[in-house]
């Protein structure tokens, strides 16, 4: 799992006293980055995000909490080592903790074992109550907030996170607290206090033990509604762990025990299997492949530090040109303490091994890392197609831009009237893409020149397909058509009974749809005519995919279908725990889909049996899975690219934008291309 990420050019080079040295991830109200004290200690620097720096509310109550923060010294938190909540930007640096996130760990090894919960539950509450007793409320909670040491676990942000109430972070454009984690009285507006700690407690316990959040998986909105008025879903959990999380998720917070009580509780049931006197010595309290993970971290090489003077304009010296790159290995102590990194590691990081940025040829940037980024004038939820060295994708600024494969650079754009949701495809020297003004769009590929425009009554989500040498696109109108790919004529339009936001398929002479009306349509593609139909119980935004005589499409009542392509009989249906919009591949056999319940499914084409799911941290419901060379890529909604073994459903690394991940990936030449809200089309190597 890679911890660290080359620097952009908008990144800082020094944040205080600290050299930035490494990207570390984003949150909702800052960046994140490894740091270095002129002394050598490694730190983690949050960034406030400079438009909510600017609100001189949000300045006061940051200071306030840290403050607050500094004063939080319990074992199992990466406290607070220096801030300026004053700056420009506003910044608070804490210990940097060389562990991984139980979210990373959970969804790369799945569920944990009791016993690991238990003594992970003792971790956390007693961090827990060194906040609360330093006067902090940490009111987000969640497992991406929890890192995973030999030595035990630590809750970080508890000062980012509470900076601000509830209505001037709405005012800011956010939200305080995660989704499936965030506690009723945290989402009715009414106090919040302790308690809402102790609510977030339970649902990271039910998590680490099922590998799903106890209000299951979704939209922010479907999973704040049933944190607020639903039961949570604990049946998974062991009879014992039940007892513990359930009172912490009730509604009303009174309801909910002390954390004094509960940690009396936690370290009562473990001790019954572990010898908690010495339970942090060792790494026994965690999974043998969590232990493993971290052992891998600890080999691995901190990013080199360049030596020199400080960053021109911010008063010093010119920088001096980094050090040539020398092999070697890192020392790095996994019980060394509260900051996670020995003293010996902070040497060898000064010249450690060559750790590649953007700017080097993509044969040897590691798996996971970015090999160039190019920024679009809104999000980018098209699916990138690439061809003959060019990238094409569109835009929410209603461009579709072609872009140099290796560098990222612009080769052209054109303008539509409207957004460009649609996925464009590539055939012949030609470009076809939809747009929201209702048009179907035929472009020169070499220069970006239109050829023809083909007109219907609505917007144009669906991406088109090609076959006998028309061009099949759906409509917002309801109808699906086909144009002749030369010239844009029109040749036959069918009807469906809604919205088709669905991409056709083709395969022998027959065109597969599906349609908001939840019907999956095989029509003929010289005459239009249909040939059959298979009703599901929800609406079809997932595009078809047809593979050896069978269709498999995704619908809304939660469902994956297998449907042979001659008559339309259901060979088998696979059920998710939430909608499957997702458009499923097919690759060896099997077939790959992401369901709104924040998961990656394997299933057996033949069957519709489940070979393994991939938890994410987010839901995964529009972006699309491709399958290339053994591996599984696929976009979330946490602002995450995933690559997973296709074989064994094991994490393989994620790359970290901005926004959501609502693009497909598309690979090719061992470079990952997608698309994010945060705008920008990124080059990932494979």
Known sequence: MEAFRALRPEDPSHVGRYRIIARLGAGGMGRVYLGRSPGGRWVAVKVVHPELAENTEFRRRFA?????????????????????????????????????????????HGPWPLESVLVLGAGLAEALEAIHQAGVVHRDLKPSNVLLAADGPRVIDFGVSVAGDASMLTQAGMTVGTPGFISPEQLTGKPVG?????????????????????????????????????????????????????????????????????????????????????????????????????????????????????????????????????????????????????????????????????????????????????????????????????VYVGSLDGSLYALDAASGARRWAYSTAERVLSSPLVADGVVYVGSLDGQLYALDAENGERLWEFGTDDAVLSSPALGGGYVYVGSGDGNLYAVDAESGAPRWEFATGDVVDSSPATADGVVYVGSLDGRLYAVDAKSGEQLWEFATEGDIFSSPAVVDGTVYVGSADARLYAVDAATGERRWAFAADARVFSSPAVAGGTVYVGSDDSRLYAVDAANGTRRWSFPLTDAAGISSPAVVDGVVYIGSADGNLYAVDAATGRYRWTFTTDASVRSSPAVAGGIVYVGSDDGHLYAVKG
């Open 64 to 108: 306030r909490e840290v403050n607050a923060a500094r004063r939080v010294n319990g074992f199992f938190t990466a406290g607070v080592v220096d801030a300026d909540p004053e700056g420009v930007p506003a910044w608070l640096a804490t210990a940097y903790v060389a562990g991984i996130s139980l979210g990373d760990a959970v969804a790369a």
């Open 194 to 390: 302790t308690a809402a700690d102790i609510f977030a407690l339970g649902g990271v316990l039910a998590y680490a033990a099922t590998g799903s959040g106890p209000f299951g998986g979704g939209s922010a909105h479907i999973l704040n509604y049933r944190a607020v008025y639903e039961d949570p879903e604990l049946e998974g959990l062991p009879p014992e762990l039940r007892a513990l999380v359930e009172p912490c998720l009730a509604k009303d917070p009174a309801q909910r025990p002390t954390l004094p009580a509960l940690l009396d509780r936690l370290t009562g049931m473990a001790s019954k299997t572990l010898d908690t006197a010495r339970v942090f010595a060792e790494t026994d309290w965690l999974p043998v492949p969590v232990v493993r993970d971290l052992h891998s971290r600890a080999s691995a090489a901190l990013p080199p530090v360049p030596l020199g003077g400080t960053t021109p304009g911010l008063g010093g010296p010119e920088p001096d040109p980094e050090p040539r790159p020398v092999r070697r290995r890192t020392l790095l102590g996994l019980g060394a303490g509260v900051a996670g990194v020995s003293a010996a590691a902070l040497v060898a990081g000064l010249v450690g091994d060559r750790w590649r940025g953007a700017g080097d040829d993509a044969a040897n940037i590691p798996s996971g890392e970015r090999r160039w980024a190019f920024a679009t004038g809104d999000a980018v939820v098209s699916s990138p197609a690439v061809a003959d060295g060019t």
